[in-house]
């Protein structure tokens, strides 16, 4: 909590939301005041951080992704000059992913200007089966997030607790033949792997 009363109350409120909230159930999971709940969640609506559904339960409004949206992604933005530096240094191109479910996304990518490219648009969606990439944005995973992944994968368990010890992945030909890729993870502060860097 902050200390700023009125604003913790405000992020509760918000958080106990996140999967729709009658006033019963917002008194129930912030453990507010009836009345203090009711009136917060009547001015939040009124800003559109929150709406009413179908059923009159309040879930996260259209103002909270307008000012996600308005805001620099750090990531992609610390990215950009690196993944050129990088494609620059190395002759081939580079790309940023992250990991959405069961599937990898080019978030941010340098391509070659000349010579054979295996381009990866901005947007593409690639497995988390193959491809170095995944078996880093895996690799630090917890197993239950692993294991159903695995006997579809065209690397194994093993392999990922290689690229854990050696902090870096490579593959040939998994994703498509005559593709090699080396990849690098990308941490937050905390340490958890957050994006791979190909």
């Known amino acids: ?82 993944l050129a530096a990088l494609r620059d240094a190395t002759g081939e191109s580079a790309q940023l992913y992250l990991r959405r479910a069961d599937e990898r ?17 901005i947007g593409s969606v690639l497995p988390m089966t193959a491809g170095s990439a995944a078996q880093i944005l895996l690799a630090w995973e917890p197993p239950e997030a692993v294991m159903p992944l695995l006997p579809r994968s065209k690397f194994t368990g093993r392999t990922l607790a290689e690229v854990r010890r050696r902090g870096w992945a490579q593959s040939v030909a998994e994703r498509e033949p005559g593709v090699a890729s080396v990849s690098a993870p ?13």
């Open 1 to 82: 909590m902050s200390g700023v009363g009125v604003l913790d109350k405000a992020v509760v409120i918000l958080a106990a939301c996140v999967d729709g909230a009658s006033l019963a159930e917002l008194v129930e999971r912030t453990k507010l005041p009836r009345a203090t709940a009711h009136r917060l969640a009547q001015a939040l609506e009124i800003h559109r951080m929150l709406v009413r559904d179908t059923q009159g339960r309040w879930r996260p409004g259209p103002r909270l992704g307008e000012l996600a949206n308005a805001a620099p992604d750090v990531l992609l933005t610390a990215a950009e000059p690196l």
């Open 186 to 198: 990308i941490r937050d502060r905390t340490g958890r792997v957050i994006a791979s860097i190909s």
């Open 105 to 121: 996304i080019c978030v941010a990518a340098a391509e070659r200007a000349s010579g054979l490219r295996d381009t990866v648009p």
